[in-house]
Nanobody
C-alpha cells in the first residue's frame, strides 16, 4: 500500500515562497507517476504538476509555469514542489498523489488518473 504524507504548507505573503514535501512509502519500483494537486474552497481539485519517477520531463499546469518546480529525491523517497512568486489565488489545500504507470505526460494532471492520495497541506497566501 502506497502511503503519502505531505508537509511544508503554511502562510506566506504574496510574492513569497514555500517548499512542499511529500514523503512516499510502500512502493518498490520507479514506474509511478506522482503529482501535485490543489483544491481551493468551492472549487474542483486541479492538477499542478506531475513527474514520472522513472525519468523524463515534468508536466505543469499553465497557471504555474515558471513559478513552481516539481522534483524528486530518490534517496529520501520524497517528492517536492517549490512554490515561488506566490499569488493570492494560489491559496488552496495542496495534495500529493501517486499511481502506477509507464509514463506521465500532461494527461496525468487529471486527478482521476491517480490511485493514492495524501491528506494535504494548506497553503495560504496573504496580501
Amino acid at each position: 500500500q502506497v502511503r503519502l504524507v505531505e508537509s511544508g504548507g503554511g502562510r506566506v505573503q504574496s510574492g513569497g515562497s514555500l517548499r512542499l514535501s511529500c514523503a512516499a512509502s510502500g512502493y518498490t519500483y520507479s514506474n509511478y507517476c506522482m503529482g501535485w494537486f490543489r483544491q481551493a474552497p468551492g472549487k474542483e481539485r486541479e492538477g499542478v504538476a506531475a513527474l514520472y519517477l522513472g525519468g523524463g520531463s515534468p508536466s505543469y499546469a499553465d497557471f504555474v509555469k515558471g513559478r513552481f518546480t516539481i522534483s524528486q529525491d530518490n534517496a529520501k523517497d520524497t517528492l517536492y514542489l517549490q512554490l515561488n512568486s506566490l499569488k493570492l489565488e494560489d491559496t488552496a489545500m495542496y495534495y500529493c498523489a501517486a499511481t502506477a504507470s509507464w509514463g506521465c505526460g500532461s494527461w496525468y494532471l487529471e486527478p482521476s488518473r491517480y490511485m493514492y492520495w495524501g491528506q494535504g497541506t494548506q497553503v495560504t497566501v496573504s496580501s
